[in-house]
């Protein structure tokens, strides 16, 4: 056997799965294409089911959402001047 690497054999961290995307890309267009009959056939189903379509189709046409956590306190005295001008950048960029 071959000595093992360190190091992550696969896709770069934050890199879009290939398949994944052209699959998000086909539904879309799917969607797109069919929205006046989809809309009526949505608007045939029980409330509880329409939901369920809606809650099941979503993943595919939104991107999933990250969870973030919030600090409320930062330690601006521990910072130095350099990490301090990022955080103003991102701050007044955004």
């Keep these: 056997m071959g000595k093992f690497e360190k190091g992550n054999p696969g896709r770069p961290k934050g890199a879009k799965n290939k398949v994944n995307t052209e699959l ?4 879309q267009k799917l969607f797109d294409d069919n929205f006046d009959t989809i809309q009526e056939d949505l608007e045939a189903l029980e409330p509880k089911d329409r939901l369920k379509f809606l809650s099941d189709l979503l993943p595919y046409l ?6 973030t956590t919030h600090t409320t306190e930062i330690d ?3 910072m130095s001047e350099e990490d301090l001008d990022k955080l103003i950048e991102r701050i007044t960029n955004e």
């Design 62 to 67: 939104l991107p999933k959402l990250q969870s």
């Design 76 to 78: 601006l005295d521990g």
């Design 24 to 27: 998000r890309e086909l539904i």
